[in-house]
């Protein structure tokens, strides 16, 4: 009987090779067909590509453009209209480029004739001119793979070009393998083709496979690539395997649109104050197919690990404007935009962006939906709102989205300093409560002084250039929790926020260990909290960015220091940056491990951090993230990483309560031991 089952088992396993090879050789077969034999390999992967990227709508094709990559939640696509005039991106109907670029489009373009050959090469200034007979040739123009987003216009000869009279006799092929044009396409005159007089006769077949076209089309000259005045005798097949949307050969879309965003986004430079953060404006407007506005859409902002950057509503023009605050580390956040259930998410790339300006438009018949609960009738529906409740705020942004961000100030200013970085060190993050409007209602701080590496004394200040008064409430403890400085809450006007009001004092008192020394044991001094409650809403630029102007005051020399970027000597210099131009203040993101008491952060001898000279030296472009990467640990003073630091604040709450936790545990054990006692009884 097992022999029997086992020949019945091999029988199965041979049929089942067998008809597994037939569908091998029925999809290769069908990969000529669908995909064109002019690109074989690529014929022959493609049906087995199609199966690994199932989801049409997105790319995982990465550029330099900020435009990124779109999906819709209805599986639709997303096409995406680059007007910065940077980059060549894909994502499901993706594509950037708003310049004219002939180079951007490989074009093969050959021609052969008994022993005449005459070759353009791939679309690179290249050109041939004269007199060539071609009988019974193939003349054979490639464009494989090429992307056209936004407005692109050829105008006369491009590259890759062959001027003079032409005659061909024979087959005539022009195969488009893979491309996209989304925008507004125009061609006149010759690109990587044949221009001048010409003649064709035979068969003449274009193929364009897997393309897709979105907008205007426009191309004049003849069939394939020939530009001029030209003739064509025999029989003409064109075969298309792609989708076009627009007023040049249309067709049916292989996937819905689902919308279009058009991006005007601001690409350049910042000018380098040693920032390590960055705080980039957005403006985005939401229209519906009609390209009218709409109001309620909501916008979420998000970092690659979900930590939402900002939040809003789009106001009854179909506007949502704010800023974003993020380390220059950070290469990518996601924008997600929902209207009547309908989603769009938008992957944006913020290389070189100083200012996010987009335009939403669906392309889908949004839905009439019933409007969401929204109990305190500002306009943020309750699943969205921070505060249902409170009809003054609606989201809570906390920069940095997590953690901290550690300030380090140098002291002997106007002198420079001697660069080791921790004459006063605090840990910091702040929080913003916005209204539906995306306006600053109230701010809050929290200020941990950890270092002092200075026989000066210091104390610490915000100053908030706004136009309003507030309510300021402050707020000091111990690292321990016990209270310093019961909660205080008084009135302040627009001039004393102006001026700057005081977070910290002296800081002799502050700190109890330096916490700058070889072989010393971190202790974190004094913790200030505060909140400030505006009179009424502010412009969340009005503030300034993240830190704000936090600055310190000298006692012994009676001089502040800021923060570089904020003020200007006479001649137009950064007051704030030495002779050197070397700060006296820098913000780092995160716990960070700053140099040991004396030692230069830019001397090769006595650094931790190599990677800072170099970051300097490319003005911010690179090593952006040098505070990461220790080089030398015996340059640097041990800060716990912050998780270290709450398991430590444990510890030692732990060990200040010590007999009361014990007495826990023991009445937790005997319970335990009781319960475990009855169950044994009952089963006996």
Known sequence: MNVEYSSSFILIIKKGYRVMKK????????????????????????????????????????????????????????????????????????????????????????????????????????????????????????????????????????????????????????????????????????????????????????????????????????????????????????????????????????????????????????????????????????????????????????????????????????????????????????????????????????????GINREIKYEVLLPVAAAPTDTDKDGVPDTLDTYPQDPTRSSLIRIPAEGVSTVAYEDLYPSAGDADLNDYVLHIHNEEDLNAAGDVIRLRGTYQHVARGAGYKHTFFLKLPVAVGATFSRKVVREDGKIVTDLTTKTVSSSDLNLGIQIHEESNKTTSNPNVNPGGVYKPGYIATIEIVFN??????????????????????????????????????????????FPWAILVPGAWKYPYEGLDIRKDAQTGYKEFNLWVASNGTSYKDWYKHITNQAKVFPVPDEDSELMGFLLRSMKKNAILIAILLIGAGAAVAYILKRRTLSQA
């Open 23 to 354: 569908i091998l050789i029925l999809l290769i077969a069908l990969s000529f067909v669908v995909f064109g034999c002019s690109h074989k390999k690529k014929g022959i992967l493609l049906p087995f590509l199609t199966l690994l990227n199932q989801d049409a709508g997105a790319s995982t094709a990465k550029s330099e453009s900020s435009a990124g990559t779109a999906t819709a939640s209805n599986g639709g696509s997303v096409v995406i209209v680059d007007n910065t005039g940077r980059g060549n991106n894909s994502s499901g109907v993706l594509l950037p480029n708003n310049n004219s670029d002939s180079s951007s489009n490989a074009t093969t373009n050959s021609q052969t004739s008994g022993n005449n050959s005459s070759s353009a090469g791939s679309s690179n200034n290249s050109s041939s001119s004269g007199s060539n007979s071609n009988s019974g040739s193939n003349n054979s123009n490639s464009n494989s793979g090429s992307t056209s987003v936004g407005s692109n216009s050829d105008s006369g000869s491009s590259s890759g070009s062959n001027t003079g009279s032409s005659s061909s006799s024979g087959g005539d092929t022009n195969t488009n393998s893979g491309s996209t044009n989304v925008g507004s396409n125009s061609d006149s005159g010759s690109s990587g083709s044949n221009a001048g007089s010409g003649s064709s006769s035979g068969s003449d077949t274009s193929t364009n496979s897997g393309g897709t076209n979105v907008g205007s089309n426009s191309d004049s000259g003849s069939s394939g690539s020939n530009a001029g005045s030209g003739s064509s005798s025999g029989s003409d097949t064109s075969t298309g395997t792609g989708s076009n949307n627009g007023s040049s050969n249309p067709s049916t879309p292989s996937q819905e649109i689902t919308g279009v965003i058009t991006v005007n986004d601001q690409i350049g430079s910042i000018p380098f104050t040693y920032n390590t953060v960055q705080t980039i404006p957005l403006n985005l407007v939401v229209t519906d197919k009609q390209s009218k506005p709409i109001s309620g859409a909501t916008v979420i902002v998000s970092d690659n690990e979900g930590h939402i950057l900002f939040q809003g509503i789009s106001n009854n023009i179909g506007k949502v404007s704010g800023t974003i605050t993020v380390e220059t580390a950070l290469g990518q956040i996601t924008l997600e935009i929902t209207a009547a259930g309908e989603s769009i998410s938008n992957v944006i790339n913020l290389i070189n962006v100083v």
């Open 536 to 581: 009424s809403p502010v412009k969340k630029t009005a503030l300034g960015s993240y830190p704000y102007d936090i600055f310190i005051k000298v006692i012994n020399t009676g001089k502040e220091i800021h923060f570089p970027g904020l003020y200007k000597n006479a001649n137009g210099t950064d007051k704030y940056l030495d002779s050197n131009n």
